[in-house]
């Protein structure tokens, strides 16, 4: 672990709550009225959480895949999810993206963004940026191009023949480049990447986007030990500057990133606490842990 990466995160995140504390946050804070609507294209999270969700139920052909889900995320919070297969943890994620529309409940993107009222792509720009397991990198281009076309695509630049980076966007560029471990990499084909650094390409494609809050499903699986720790390190950089959720199967990097555990079961909430709290939940053993 590299200490000023883990360090910078948890300074970020001392900062956020500090201000929220205080009621001084970057947006007004809860003393600038409570009748105060977000700006356009701003989240409101004076209330302090980013993401909302609340009694959200979905049915495919009459099984509940989530059932009366309510679950919150803190701004600069980094959450894990954890739980058996089929429990719907990528369900909710699809639920939070607009890919799939809930039955019933809310979901709220700080206090005042309703998401379910905007589609997949709508949602993508205001700055909820998804990895799937699997690395959808553009395996002919190189890292530069990948990171490049991420700006692009997100800007919705129509014609990129005509698109320069800004000085601002060059130097976004060379940060993302540096968090993602891929600096010395600018110039190589995505398809020549390992597995480990294809999906830290995939991240910085997202980062370049600057996500208010990534949802990252699984982002270890089929990482070596070594790439996994260093995966730990970059998302523990992330945090405050950023809000996470992620679902992982794999326990030692749940316990080396987590704050808050969250175990979803049968579609809804069944423990959340530390994971040293929910490893001792009877139940949560009984489901998922085993003895
Ligand atoms: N589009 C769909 N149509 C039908 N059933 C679905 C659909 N999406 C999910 N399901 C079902 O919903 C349940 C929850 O699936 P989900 O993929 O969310 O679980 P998960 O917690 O992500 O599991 P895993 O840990 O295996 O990834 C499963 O029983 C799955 O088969
Ligand atoms: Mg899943």
Known sequence: MTPDLQDL??????????????????SGGRNSGFARIAQDGEVDTTHGAILYLEDVSVSFDG???????????????????????GA?????????????????????????????????????????????QKP?????????????????????????????LGSGQSDRLAEVLHTIH???????????????????????????QDPKLLLLDEPVAGMTDEETARTAELFLSLKGKHSLMVVEHDMSFIKTI????????????????TLEQVQADERVIEVYLGR
């Open 9 to 26: 995160g948890a300074q970020r995140l001392a900062e956020h709550v500090d201000r929220s504390v205080s009621g001084q946050t970057a």
């Open 63 to 85: 099984f509940k895949a989530i059932n009366k889900l309510s679950l919150d995320i803190a701004a600069g919070e980094l959450r894990c999810i954890i739980g058996p297969n």
């Open 88 to 132: 719907g943890k990528t369900t909710m994620m699809d639920i939070i993206t607009g890919k799939t529309r809930p039955d019933e409940g809310s979901v709220f993107f700080g206090s005042t963004i309703d998401l379910l009222r905007y589609r997949e792509a709508d949602i993508a720009q205001m700055g909820i940026g998804r990895k799937f």
């Open 136 to 164: 959808t990198v553009f395996e002919h281009l190189t890292v530069f191009e990948n990171l490049e076309l991420a700006l692009k695509t997100h800007k919705g630049v129509a014609s990129s023949m005509f698109f320069k």
């Open 182 to 208: 891929l600096a010395g990499d600018l110039t190589r084909q995505a398809g020549t990447l390992s597995h480990g650094q294809k999906q830290w390409l995939e991240i910085g494609m997202l980062l370049m």
């Open 258 to 273: 987590s704050d808050i555990v969250t175990v979803l079961c049968d579609g809804s909430v069944l423990a959340q606490g």
